[in-house]
């Protein structure tokens, strides 16, 4: 089934958050900002779905759980260390209304390494 960001969401920590901002209608530049600590590393990647809670990707030493959907992967990741805002200008196509993409990935800094919380943008 299809699961919606409400329903898998994973609440951001101390550690790290990523969160979407601006205006997200096609010819439009949003972006992702990070929170974060400033000597920790992070990854993010991205999907088309999620996967329900429960049955994502968990590895050893790993907080938390991968919810994108693999099958769905944008095969796009974006690294960096610290806090940071990522801009995104959204191409002016028409294909691109209605499409909804998800951003999860990883953290690792004084708290250990844990999956990050899950965002969300819907384009329009």
């Given amino acids: ?21 601006g ?22 990647t991205f999907s088309f779905g999620l996967v329900a809670p429960g049955t994502g990707i968990t590895l050893p030493g790993f907080g938390g759980e ?3 959907d693999p099958s769905l992967g944008l095969g796009v990741t974006v690294s960096g260390v610290g806090s940071n805002s990522l801009l995104l200008t959204i191409p002016g196509d028409p294909s691109y209304q209605g499409q909804e993409w ?3 990935g990883f953290v690792a800094g004084g708290a250990g390494v844990q999956f990050t919380n ?4 819907k384009f329009w």
């Fill in 118 to 121: 899950i965002s969300g943008v």
């Fill in 66 to 68: 991968l919810l994108l």
């Fill in 23 to 44: 205006v997200t209608s096609i010819g439009s530049t949003m972006s992702f900002d990070v929170r974060t600590g400033a000597g920790s590393y992070w990854l993010l």
């Fill in 102 to 104: 998800f951003t999860q």
């Fill in 1 to 21: 089934g299809e699961y919606c960001i409400a329903s898998v969401r994973q609440p951001s920590s101390s550690v790290f958050s990523v969160n979407t901002t």
